[in-house]
């Protein structure tokens, strides 16, 4: 904008005065007496600046004081700038004066006509009068002048302006760039074609200011703020607008418009908080602006929710506008119908609204539309009388008002002055020039609806209203005008009519979305849009996205609903039908208790009961569902709501539908039935059919009374009801679905059951019937029909996106993996809504048949999608993950597995603090197992204790009840020896559940470990009496009673098993394990052998009894392996080289370890391995083990068993020394119970070479550990009896050879022959005699035992 008291200088370098700038955008935005106000502050600088004079004479006129103005006006009409727009405006001045001097304005067109052809007419006429004409809203006559401007310009050159007229981007001409004037009407050229509301003008709008930016100065405040307004006219490229307005600021700190235009591109982007930041920062700059308090009261109700906040901004709107803006009745106008459509008919806001619309009355009472916003905002508050005259006086006052006429006619069908209002719609109809209205054709399908009970008409209606609706909310720039346009208020009672004619239960899996239930949702979704923080919005979306069968979502919006008030009745109850939809009878009380008590209220409402009944009914409480559902039937609601024939004012109705009338009648006859009550169930049905014989629920009438003849067990009286229920009947289906029901259950007639959906399918081909007859088939176990139904549904519906996921289960059930996977990738191929649910379907079935590449692919792709906060998304990749992560785990990538279960982790989380579901315990029950399986990985795979420890108790934080992570962090206390502190966390388990079975045991394991022995048998009896089939705690008593010594024991549990479990006992593969162990640790492996060959191919004992037998053919005799002193004496005892029984047993070891899961090895397995490397005492293979072991222990530090196969590695290659270091690694260490055997073993083999070192102090040390362990180690008193023997306490080596003997049944030669030998030395010749006795009837041909001990016993006992 220029002034003529720039220089030319200035004017070159740019071209816009802001405080014109000011003026012109204030003027634009009608806010008069703001652009007055801006010219007189200016004036007191400028005060002979005759372009700020005449703009504040057009405020003034355009406040509708034309006198005044024309005063300003008259001394600037011969000012050469003002020649053409003084004049101009002294004639518009002039018309819309109460007298018009005609005389004046004839003059005055005359000095126009002849400025107008003056040769010296300047280019800042012409755009002062363009500026005129286009606030005067006469866009043509004002790009006409501007054009004349830019077809002269200043160049010179005839090409170059014909260049520039030609188009916008043409380049400009040569010297044009030093002519403000020039730039300045290619600048208010853009203005006036992005405002004058024609598509062609506006598109090429912004193509003017970037020329000015672009080729004159990219600073040029009107140009940047004109393509601000054109990207936010067109509602693109919203981040460049906000940059552009940024620039602004920067090169005009002091420009207050763009600080307000600042606060829109916010509000257009969605971003609240920096809404809220702009506008107190132009209340800091102008704390009267209008614009601030309007911005922070639409944050109030579009975001926050919160009415009274909202009104008392509002309340300071109405001061701001009264000091601003005193005579602006237009301002009021807008912003009483602005907030009264975003009210949600709240009174606290409504009043406030009301005052807006008086105040503009009170200001111009001749414009009838400032009427029908007063009455309008009477008729949301519910004042039909005050609404109604209100409107009749603005019809009167212009009777082609259309707003005035919809008004009357909305108020008349309210009241049920039917006939006056179809007169009225009839004249409507007549009136409009046009195809109808909006809001007549929403006036038309309530006029169907309560006029004429024509519910078909009335879809008809709505959705035409809806139609037109939908093509209006497109491109429109979000201010306030935006509210009014969109009509938020409106869309909801389209929202809620349409669904009023919806079905009012949840969607069954694969039914068609009813019409209307779309309509609805569409609606609803461009409100939460528009306000997203409307508590009732939020409601309604979730009631229809519960009708759509969408729990989750559902939950979602509800909780947003009583996020933004808590005290929403109806929310409450939504929270309780969703729970008891997902089947949880005990969250949907609890969600009706906390209802209660936020909002007492909510016992009013009749759906509240009927679902505490269904609830109380799920726990088999019929007593008190009856007595609920009694006391509902009368309340005064249900009685109201029957005489009630009109449209209800507000939305927060408590009376209740006839749907739930009728479900109320429904369920207290169910509830009668189920009481044995069937005089009484007969008695309301027959009162339903009464009541709603005649209305929409009747078939649910029918079908109950087929319900109430199975209860009754007239089972062919239900069949005869349902089979009249033809295809046209409204629960043809749920009629079907039932009498499937019966003959499967009643009539056992598998055919006929089929039969009904086969029926079903050929009558309605749905995607529902569809799959409810391949169901069928797959119950009654025939699933290659099923696919074949399946198949042909995938041919035949478009929309059958669910059926692949549907065919490919039914494979699999077959075991046609093959054809399953087919299936699955093609059904990839064709890019169904549910591909991501199908790759986690399909990585399943790959992760099962351990195709573990395909699985990482499948998955990933998945995964492989934008960041989402949809809890449905979030849940399916929190599967994603876990499944990735198992994969991981199981080809021992665990750095992948372990990342994999941490992204499966925190997106859980997401899921719990998005608050989708009001009961989060199924969701942390989640997150602990995804935590446990997290620990497992530390623990089993990476052996890292520490993170393991952190995981199993991040596990019990999220669910404290948890019981694997429970047991986890007992086993790790038990590896550390901190009995006590795995005992509390056990007792916790125990209290919490007495009967848990996994607690039990290890409580039972801990008071063992405590020295508690009889508590330890107790516990074990008591849980194996109730379930003798627990052979996991079987196998615990006999390791039990092995460390205890006390073996002898074992075979009353045993006993115990055979008699509680029967014969079945015998056919168990754990039972023979068990019995396995028993005869392994009381040295009978023959018979071990027998018992875990029984059990080896089993899948859950298979593989422990697998190690067990290797182990028996690698050492059968239970030797120290590595040892020298034992076999030292047994060479001398007369024992032999290895035999070829000896390398039969490593042959067949070998052939047992190739039975065991190979991919991966175990590290137990590769152990063993090593072992029968070893055991062919050939030094290659020896090494090889030794190298073996070395790798193991590189990968996890102090591995017990490694550390114990390297020692006997280096005693096999006479290596003591070497030996005997690793040994004393392992005595260093915690003893704990995953590697007893292995420290039993390494004490054992220490021992021995002390003993060969002639240290029996260190050696019997070692042996007490080993026994305080296991007090049945018969090597351990072995070994003691030697060093006694050595020591000659021959006495002393009987006692220790006694418990070895006795605790290897007295059937080891060795042992019998050393304890006979001591007995003769400890001169205890009878109990020799009877020692040597027992050996030789076992083996009649041991060497020595004879000549050497029994006959010298003998001899000495006759002496």
Same mark, same amino acid.
């Given at each position: 904008m220029f002034s003529n008291n720039d220089s030319g200088q200035a004017a070159a370098t740019n071209s816009s005065d802001p405080v014109l700038s000011a003026v012109i955008y204030y003027c634009q935005r009608s806010l008069y007496n703001s652009a007055y106000k801006q010219c007189e502050l200016a004036l007191r600088r400028r005060t002979s600046d005759p372009v700020l004079m005449f703009w504040k004479a057009i405020a003034l006129m355009m406040q509708g004081r034309p006198g005044e103005s024309l005063r300003e006006l008259e001394p600037l009409q011969e000012k050469r700038d003002l020649i053409l727009a003084a004049p101009a405006a002294m004639i518009y001045a002039h018309e819309h004066c109460k007298l018009v001097d005609q005389e004046a304005v004839h003059e005055l067109n005359a000095?126009?006509?002849?400025?107008?052809?003056?040769?010296?007419?300047?280019?800042?006429?012409?755009?002062?009068?363009?500026?005129?004409?286009?606030?005067?809203?006469?866009?043509?006559?004002?790009?006409?002048?501007?054009?004349?401007?830019?077809?002269?310009?200043?160049?010179?050159?005839?090409?170059?302006?014909?260049?520039?007229?030609?188009?916008?981007?043409?380049?400009?001409?040569?010297?044009?760039?030093?002519?403000?004037?020039?730039?300045?009407?290619?600048?208010?050229?853009?203005?006036?074609?992005?405002?004058?509301?024609?598509e062609a003008h506006v598109s090429k709008s912004i193509s003017w200011f970037d020329k000015v930016l672009d080729e004159f100065n990219s600073k040029d405040l009107d140009a940047m703020m004109g393509r601000l307004?054109?990207?936010?006219?067109?509602?693109?490229?919203?981040?460049?607008?906000?940059?552009?307005?940024?620039?602004?600021?920067?090169?005009?700190?002091?420009?207050?418009?763009?600080?307000?235009?600042?606060?829109?591109?916010?509000?257009?982007?969605?971003?609240?908080?920096?809404?809220?930041?702009?506008?107190?920062?132009?209340?800091?700059?102008?704390?009267?602006?209008?614009?601030?308090?309007?911005?922070?009261?639409?944050?109030?109700?579009?975001? #926050?929710?919160?009415?009274?906040? *909202?009104? +008392? %901004?509002?309340?300071?709107? !109405? /001061?701001?506008? @009264?000091?601003?803006?005193?005579?602006?009745?237009?301002?009021?106008?807008?912003?009483?119908?602005?907030?009264?459509?975003?009210?949600?008919?709240?009174?606290?806001?409504?009043?406030?609204?009301?005052?807006?619309?008086?105040?503009?009355?009170?200001?111009?009472?001749?414009?009838? #539309?400032?009427?029908?916003?007063? *009455?309008? +905002? %009477?008729?949301?508050?519910? !004042? /039909?009388?005050? @609404?109604?005259?209100?409107?009749?006086?603005?019809?009167?006052?212009?009777?082609?008002?259309?707003?005035?006429?919809?008004?009357?006619?909305?108020?008349?069908?309210?009241?049920?002055?039917?006939?006056?209002?179809?007169?009225?719609?009839?004249?409507?109809?007549?009136v409009q020039s046009t195809s109808m209205s909006a809001e007549t054709a929403y006036l038309s399908s309530l006029m169907a609806k309560y006029r004429h009970n024509n519910f078909e008409?009335?879809?008809?209606?709505?959705?035409?209203?809806?139609?037109?609706?939908?093509?209006?909310?497109?491109?429109?720039?979000?201010?306030?005008?935006?509210?009014?346009?969109?009509?938020?208020?409106?869309?909801?009672?389209?929202?809620?009519?349409?669904?009023?004619?919806?079905?009012?239960?949840?969607?069954?899996?694969?039914?068609?979305?009813?019409?209307?239930?779309?309509?609805?949702?569409?609606?609803?979704?461009?409100?939460?849009?528009?306000?997203?923080?409307?508590?009732?919005?939020?409601?309604?979306?979730?009631?229809?996205?519960?009708?759509?069968?969408?729990?989750?979502?559902?939950?979602?919006?509800?909780?947003?609903?009583?996020?933004?008030?808590?005290?929403?009745?109806?929310?409450?109850?939504?929270?309780?039908?969703?729970?008891?939809?997902?089947?949880?009878?005990?969250?949907?009380?609890?969600?009706?208790?906390?209802?209660?008590?936020?909002?007492?209220?909510?016992?009013?409402?009749?759906?509240?009961?009927?679902?505490?009944?269904k609830a109380l009914k799920a726990q088999g409480n019929n007593d008190d569902a009856l007595k609920t559902l009694t006391a509902a039937m009368a309340m005064p609601s249900l009685r109201e709501s029957e005489d009630r024939q009109l449209p209800s004012l507000t939305r927060s109705d408590v009376l209740p539908s006839m749907s739930e009338k009728a479900t109320l009648y429904l369920e207290l006859a169910d509830t009668f039935s189920k009481a044995k009550n069937s005089a009484e169930a007969s008695r309301i049905i027959d009162e339903a059919n009464r009541i709603f014989g005649n209305t929409t629920e009747a078939h649910r009438i029918v079908l109950a009374n087929a319900n109430l003849c199975i209860e009754r067990g007239e089972i062919d009286a239900a069949l005869v009801i349902l089979a009249n229920m033809g295809p046209t009947h409204q629960s043809f289906?749920?009629?079907?679905?039932?009498?499937?029901?019966?003959?499967?259950?009643?009539?056992?007639?598998?055919?006929?059951?089929?039969?009904?959906?086969?029926?079903?399918?050929?009558?309605?081909?749905?995607?529902?019937?569809?799959?409810?007859?391949?169901?069928?088939?797959?119950?009654?176990?025939?699933?290659?029909?099923?696919?074949?139904?399946?198949?042909?549904?995938?041919?035949?519906?478009?929309?059958?996106?669910?059926?692949?996921?549907?065919?490919?289960?039914?494979?699999?059930?077959?075991?046609?993996?093959?054809?399953?996977?087919?299936?699955?990738?093609?059904?990839?191929?064709?890019?169904?809504?549910?591909?991501?649910?199908?790759?986690?379907?399909?990585?399943?079935?790959?992760?099962?048949?351990k195709n573990y590449e395909d699985v990482e692919r499948v998955a990933s792709e998945a995964l492989d999608h934008s960041r989402s906060d949809d809890v449905a998304v979030l849940a399916l990749d929190t599967k994603l993950h876990i499944l990735l992560a198992k994969t991981h785990r199981a080809t021992s990538k665990f750095e992948s597995a372990v990342r994999?279960?941490?992204?499966?982790?925190?997106?859980q989380l997401r899921i719990i603090s998005s608050e989708t579901v009001s009961d989060i315990s199924e969701l942390k029950m989640a997150a602990s197992d995804i935590c446990f399986e997290l620990g497992e990985t530390y623990c089993n795979c990476m052996h890292d204790k520490n993170q393991a420890l952190v995981c199993y108790n991040e596990a019990i934080q999220h669910y404290n009840m948890h019981q694997k992570a429970t047991l986890a962090l007992c086993r790790l206390s038990i590896s550390k020896n901190d009995i006590t502190a795995a005992q509390i966390q056990c007792t916790s388990l125990l209290k919490a559940d007495p009967d848990n079975q996994a607690a039990t045991l290890m409580m039972a394991e801990l008071q063992f470990l405590n020295n508690s022995y009889e508590n330890a048998v107790a516990h074990y009896k008591s849980l194996l009496e109730k379930q003798p089939t627990l052979y996991s705690a079987l196998r615990k008593v006999v390791e039990m009673m092995r460390r205890a010594g006390k073996m002898a024991d074992a075979t009353a549990f045993f006993e115990i098993c055979e008699k509680v479990g029967g014969k079945a006992v015998f056919l168990h593969a754990g039972y023979h394990f068990c019995k396995g162990l028993q005869y392994r640790y009381t040295n009978s492996p023959n018979e071990a052998l027998k018992e875990f060959n029984f059990a080896r191919r089993d899948s859950e004992w298979g593989v422990e009894a697998l190690y067990n037998m290797v182990e028996i053919f690698l050492n059968p005799d239970n030797e120290t392996m590595g040892g020298d002193v034992l076999e030292a004496a047994t060479d001398s005892s007369g024992s032999g080289d290895q035999t070829d029984a000896d390398i039969l047993a490593l042959l067949t070891a070998d052939k047992l370890l190739k039975e065991l899961p190979q991919n991966p090895k175990t590290v137990r397995t590769q152990?063993?391995?090593?072992?029968?490397?070893?055991?062919?005492?050939?030094?290659?293979?020896?090494?090889?083990?030794?190298?073996?072991?070395?790798?193991?222990?590189?990968?996890?530090?102090?591995?017990?068993?490694?550390l114990l196969g390297i020692a006997v590695a280096y005693m096999l290659l006479k290596q003591p020394?070497?030996?005997?270091?690793?040994?004393?690694?392992?005595?260093?260490?915690?003893?704990?119970?995953?590697?007893?055997?292995?420290?039993?073993?390494?004490?054992?083999?220490?021992?021995?070479?002390?003993?060969?070192?002639?240290?029996?102090?260190?050696?019997?040390?070692?042996?007490?550990?080993?026994?305080a362990q296991n007090k049945s180690c018969s090597k351990a008193y072995e070994y003691m009896g030697y060093i006694m023997e050595k020591e000659a306490s021959y006495k002393d080596a009987a006692e220790s050879y006694t418990s070895a003997w006795k605790l290897e049944r007295e059937s080891n030669a060795t042992i019998g022959f050393k304890l006979a030998f001591n007995y003769l030395k400890a001169k205890k010749f009878v109990e020799a005699i009877e020692i040597c006795h027992k050996v030789l009837r076992m083996y009649p041909d041991y060497p020595k035992i004879r000549k050497e001990i029994l006959e010298k016993a003998r001899s000495s006992l006759r002496m």
């Amino acid at each position: 904008m220029f002034s003529n008291n720039d220089s030319g200088q200035a004017a070159a370098t740019n071209s816009s005065d802001p405080v014109l700038s000011a003026v012109i955008y204030y003027c634009q935005r009608s806010l008069y007496n703001s652009a007055y106000k801006q010219c007189e502050l200016a004036l007191r600088r400028r005060t002979s600046d005759p372009v700020l004079m005449f703009w504040k004479a057009i405020a003034l006129m355009m406040q509708g004081r034309p006198g005044e103005s024309l005063r300003e006006l008259e001394p600037l009409q011969e000012k050469r700038d003002l020649i053409l727009a003084a004049p101009a405006a002294m004639i518009y001045a002039h018309e819309h004066c109460k007298l018009v001097d005609q005389e004046a304005v004839h003059e005055l067109n005359a000095k126009l006509t002849i400025a107008n052809s003056a040769s010296n007419l300047s280019d800042k006429a012409l755009v002062q009068t363009a500026l005129f004409h286009w606030m005067t809203g006469r866009h043509a006559d004002a790009r006409a002048l501007l054009k004349r401007v830019i077809d002269s310009g200043n160049s010179g050159t005839s090409s170059a302006r014909n260049s520039v007229s030609k188009t916008p981007q043409a380049s400009g001409a040569a010297g044009t760039s030093s002519n403000s004037t020039f730039w300045t009407a290619v600048t208010f050229m853009g203005w006036v074609d992005l405002t004058c509301g024609q598509e062609a003008h506006v598109s090429k709008s912004i193509s003017w200011f970037d020329k000015v930016l672009d080729e004159f100065n990219s600073k040029d405040l009107d140009a940047m703020m004109g393509r601000l307004q054109c990207l936010r006219t067109t509602r693109q490229k919203l981040a460049v607008a906000l940059d552009i307005n940024s620039q602004i600021i920067a090169y005009h700190n002091s420009f207050i418009p763009a600080y307000i235009e600042r606060m829109y591109v916010m509000l257009e982007m969605g971003s609240w908080e920096l809404v809220v930041e702009a506008a107190q920062r132009v209340s800091t700059m102008s704390p009267d602006c209008v614009d601030t308090y309007a911005v922070l009261c639409l944050n109030e109700l579009c975001r #926050e929710g919160r009415s009274k906040v *909202a009104a +008392n %901004h509002l309340s300071n709107l !109405n /001061l701001a506008i @009264s000091k601003t803006e005193p005579l602006n009745a237009g301002l009021y106008f807008s912003m009483a119908q602005a907030f009264s459509r975003l009210s949600g008919r709240k009174e606290v806001i409504l009043e406030q609204t009301v005052v807006l619309a008086s105040k503009a009355i009170e200001i111009d009472p001749s414009k009838s #539309e400032y009427k029908c916003e007063l *009455a309008f +905002n %009477h008729f949301l508050l519910g !004042n /039909l009388d005050r @609404s109604t005259e209100i409107y009749k006086t603005a019809f009167s006052q212009n009777s082609h008002d259309m707003a005035a006429i919809q008004g009357l006619i909305k108020c008349f069908i309210y009241k049920g002055r039917f006939d006056e209002a179809e007169d009225q719609i009839e004249f409507l109809d007549a009136v409009q020039s046009t195809s109808m209205s909006a809001e007549t054709a929403y006036l038309s399908s309530l006029m169907a609806k309560y006029r004429h009970n024509n519910f078909e008409k009335q879809t008809r209606y709505l959705k035409q209203s809806y139609e037109i609706v939908r093509k209006s909310l497109n491109n429109k720039i979000l201010g306030l005008n935006y509210y009014v346009k969109t009509n938020p208020d409106f869309m909801m009672d389209l929202a809620l009519d349409f669904l009023e004619n919806c079905p009012q239960v949840a969607r069954r899996e694969g039914e068609v979305l009813h019409p209307s239930l779309v309509s609805a949702y569409e609606i609803l979704l461009q409100i939460i849009k528009i306000a997203p923080g409307s508590a009732e919005a939020a409601y309604t979306l979730g009631k229809t996205r519960y009708l759509m069968g969408d729990f989750v979502a559902a939950q979602s919006m509800v909780n947003t609903c009583l996020k933004l008030d808590s005290t929403h009745a109806r929310a409450h109850v939504l929270t309780a039908q969703i729970q008891l939809s997902n089947g949880n009878a005990r969250a949907c009380l609890a969600s009706l208790d906390i209802g209660l008590s936020n909002n007492f209220e909510v016992r009013h409402i009749l759906l509240f009961h009927i679902l505490k009944a269904k609830a109380l009914k799920a726990q088999g409480n019929n007593d008190d569902a009856l007595k609920t559902l009694t006391a509902a039937m009368a309340m005064p609601s249900l009685r109201e709501s029957e005489d009630r024939q009109l449209p209800s004012l507000t939305r927060s109705d408590v009376l209740p539908s006839m749907s739930e009338k009728a479900t109320l009648y429904l369920e207290l006859a169910d509830t009668f039935s189920k009481a044995k009550n069937s005089a009484e169930a007969s008695r309301i049905i027959d009162e339903a059919n009464r009541i709603f014989g005649n209305t929409t629920e009747a078939h649910r009438i029918v079908l109950a009374n087929a319900n109430l003849c199975i209860e009754r067990g007239e089972i062919d009286a239900a069949l005869v009801i349902l089979a009249n229920m033809g295809p046209t009947h409204q629960s043809f289906i749920q009629a079907k679905v039932q009498m499937a029901s019966i003959y499967l259950n009643h009539k056992k007639d598998r055919k006929a059951y089929a039969r009904c959906y086969s029926d079903l399918y050929e009558r309605n081909k749905t995607i529902e019937s569809c799959i409810l007859l391949g169901e069928a088939y797959m119950n009654i176990q025939e699933p290659e029909k099923a696919i074949e139904v399946y198949e042909n549904g995938l041919d035949a519906f478009d929309d059958g996106a669910i059926l692949p996921c549907k065919i490919g289960k039914a494979l699999v059930k077959t075991h046609d993996y093959a054809r399953a996977i087919s299936y699955y990738e093609t059904a990839l191929g064709r890019n169904y809504p549910n591909s991501s649910s199908l790759r986690y379907d399909l990585g399943e079935l790959y992760f099962k048949l351990k195709n573990y590449e395909d699985v990482e692919r499948v998955a990933s792709e998945a995964l492989d999608h934008s960041r989402s906060d949809d809890v449905a998304v979030l849940a399916l990749d929190t599967k994603l993950h876990i499944l990735l992560a198992k994969t991981h785990r199981a080809t021992s990538k665990f750095e992948s597995a372990v990342r994999s279960f941490i992204k499966a982790r925190d997106t859980q989380l997401r899921i719990i603090s998005s608050e989708t579901v009001s009961d989060i315990s199924e969701l942390k029950m989640a997150a602990s197992d995804i935590c446990f399986e997290l620990g497992e990985t530390y623990c089993n795979c990476m052996h890292d204790k520490n993170q393991a420890l952190v995981c199993y108790n991040e596990a019990i934080q999220h669910y404290n009840m948890h019981q694997k992570a429970t047991l986890a962090l007992c086993r790790l206390s038990i590896s550390k020896n901190d009995i006590t502190a795995a005992q509390i966390q056990c007792t916790s388990l125990l209290k919490a559940d007495p009967d848990n079975q996994a607690a039990t045991l290890m409580m039972a394991e801990l008071q063992f470990l405590n020295n508690s022995y009889e508590n330890a048998v107790a516990h074990y009896k008591s849980l194996l009496e109730k379930q003798p089939t627990l052979y996991s705690a079987l196998r615990k008593v006999v390791e039990m009673m092995r460390r205890a010594g006390k073996m002898a024991d074992a075979t009353a549990f045993f006993e115990i098993c055979e008699k509680v479990g029967g014969k079945a006992v015998f056919l168990h593969a754990g039972y023979h394990f068990c019995k396995g162990l028993q005869y392994r640790y009381t040295n009978s492996p023959n018979e071990a052998l027998k018992e875990f060959n029984f059990a080896r191919r089993d899948s859950e004992w298979g593989v422990e009894a697998l190690y067990n037998m290797v182990e028996i053919f690698l050492n059968p005799d239970n030797e120290t392996m590595g040892g020298d002193v034992l076999e030292a004496a047994t060479d001398s005892s007369g024992s032999g080289d290895q035999t070829d029984a000896d390398i039969l047993a490593l042959l067949t070891a070998d052939k047992l370890l190739k039975e065991l899961p190979q991919n991966p090895k175990t590290v137990r397995t590769q152990i063993l391995e090593c072992h029968s490397w070893m055991a062919t005492k050939q030094k290659s293979e020896i090494e090889r083990a030794l190298n073996h072991f070395t790798q193991i222990l590189q990968e996890e530090a102090d591995h017990v068993p490694s550390l114990l196969g390297i020692a006997v590695a280096y005693m096999l290659l006479k290596q003591p020394p070497r030996a005997r270091n690793q040994l004393k690694r392992i005595v260093k260490m915690d003893w704990n119970v995953q590697h007893s055997d292995d420290f039993e073993r390494a004490w054992l083999l220490l021992a021995d070479i002390h003993i060969q070192g002639g240290k029996y102090d260190l050696a019997t040390d070692l042996l007490k550990r080993c026994l305080a362990q296991n007090k049945s180690c018969s090597k351990a008193y072995e070994y003691m009896g030697y060093i006694m023997e050595k020591e000659a306490s021959y006495k002393d080596a009987a006692e220790s050879y006694t418990s070895a003997w006795k605790l290897e049944r007295e059937s080891n030669a060795t042992i019998g022959f050393k304890l006979a030998f001591n007995y003769l030395k400890a001169k205890k010749f009878v109990e020799a005699i009877e020692i040597c006795h027992k050996v030789l009837r076992m083996y009649p041909d041991y060497p020595k035992i004879r000549k050497e001990i029994l006959e010298k016993a003998r001899s000495s006992l006759r002496m």
